[in-house]
Structure formats: structure tokens, C-alpha cells
């Protein structure tokens, strides 16, 4: 495997998840002369680590891009670091709320992602796609993957290279969220980017990426 990209599941009030669309439509495509497989992460505590260490199976990737949806954001962030800390916003798709717990008990206090994160930004930039670096993923599902991913790769000796994107919502998921009865409550501005625009981003990503790693 050259290149492996992940989303995530729907979670909260969406049953769309921009991460895991683009994961869906990159799986099995060549970028930059590298295989991309795409895979679909669970919003779970319980289930996280084993799927994430069955997509690390034989041969590992090259390079992991992966991508989680940030709820309200307005463009594409880059994601710096993963802590070690679970403390939910929100319960997660088995219904478990976690509060204050190590993701990984006695692990380090965090990983740092470990694409070009500033070369990234530059080249969507230059695609015309808004983005910016960014220095904490939450202490959610999507920062729980980051710290794990750093996790993996150090325990294992691996030379992979990985780093994340959060996206923000689609524009049919804020129509959608606009309107259920209680969308008079909901602030007059919810950013959204089109899924083709995301896709571009994610493939500039891995161009950028698969450049200086050679
Ligand atoms: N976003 C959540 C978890 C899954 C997703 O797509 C987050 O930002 O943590």
C-alpha cells in the first residue's frame, strides 16, 4: 500500500461525513504514481484502535492522510498534533461519552503529525483552496486517531509518514441542518466547502506529501 486515506463515520446531528465521501471516491485511484486505498474509521472509543491497526496491516503505507470532518470550520485545517486525551464534546457512535482519560495510558503526552504540514498549506493555497495550520485537533475521535496513528508507527519502527485534515461540512449537510424545525436556532452562519473542492484538497495533500518523502 503507497498511500493510505481515512475518513470517518456520521456522528452527532449529520448522517453525512465529508471525510468519509472522500475516502470512499479516492479508494483504489493513483496519485501522484502512488495506490491510494481509502478506508472508513468508526466514531467508537472501543473500536478506533483495532480498525486503525487492521488498516496498518502487511505492507504498511507510505504515507497516511487522514481526514475527519470539524464541525462549523471553514476550511481545510492541518492538523499538528494529537494529545493524549480523550475528553468528549460529544458521545461517540456507541453512546460513550468519555471525560478526562488517556487515549493511550502512560504513552507521551502527544505525537506530532508528520507530513509537510507547511508545504501543504502552501500548495492548496495555490489550488485556491483555503486552509491553515492548525495546533490542536480536539480531544474527540479525530485527535484520538492522530495520537494513535503516532502511536502505531513508533511501536512498530515504521518510516510512515502521516498527518490529518479536517474538512468542514458540505453544503448539503448544512441545507439539511437548516432545515430540521430547530434551525431558527442555529447561528446565521454555517460554512461549508463542495465535496469536489475537498477532494482537490486531499489530492494536493498527498501530491505534496509523495514529493518530499522521495
Ligand atoms: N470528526 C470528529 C470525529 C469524527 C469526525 O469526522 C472529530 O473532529 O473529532
Known amino acids: ?8 463515520e456520521p456522528f452527532g446531528n449529520s448522517d453525512r461525513n465529508p471525510s468519509r465521501e472522500v475516502a470512499r ?4 485511484r493513483t496519485i501522484a504514481g502512488l495506490k491510494v486505498t481509502g478506508r472508513v474509521l468508526p466514531v467508537s472509543m472501543r473500536a478506533i484502535g483495532d480498525a486503525l491497526a487492521r488498516v496498518f496491516e502487511d505492507p504498511p503505507p507510505r504515507i497516511v492522510v487522514a481526514l475527519g470532518l470539524a464541525n462549523g470550520e471553514s476550511m481545510v485545517r492541518i492538523e499538528r498534533y494529537g494529545v493524549n486525551l480523550a475528553d468528549f ?9 468519555v471525560v478526562d482519560r488517556a487515549i493511550v495510558p502512560d504513552g507521551p503526552p502527544s505525537f506530532a503529525t508528520t507530513l509537510p504540514n507547511r508545504a501543504i498549506r502552501e500548495a492548496l493555497l495555490q489550488a485556491g483552496i483555503p486552509a491553515r495550520l492548525s495546533n490542536t485537533a480536539g480531544t474527540y475521535l479525530c485527535n484520538a486517531s492522530i495520537y494513535l496513528l503516532g502511536d502505531m508507527i513508533r511501536k512498530r519502527a515504521l ?12 453544503p448539503e449537510q448544512v441545507a439539511a441542518l437548516l432545515a430540521t424545525p430547530h434551525a431558527e436556532r442555529q447561528p446565521k ?3 461549508s466547502m463542495s465535496l ?3 477532494l482537490r484538497a486531499v489530492e494536493t495533500a498527498v501530491a505534496t506529501a509523495a514529493a518530499s518523502s522521495i
Open 1 to 8: 500500500m503507497d498511500v493510505l486515506v481515512t475518513g470517518f
Open 159 to 170: 518510516e510512515t509518514r502521516f498527518g490529518f485534515l479536517h474538512l468542514p461540512y458540505m
Open 25 to 28: 471516491v479516492l479508494d483504489g
Open 189 to 191: 452562519q454555517v460554512p
Open 89 to 97: 464534546p460529544l458521545a461517540d457512535n456507541d453512546g460513550e461519552k
Open 196 to 198: 469536489a473542492t475537498m
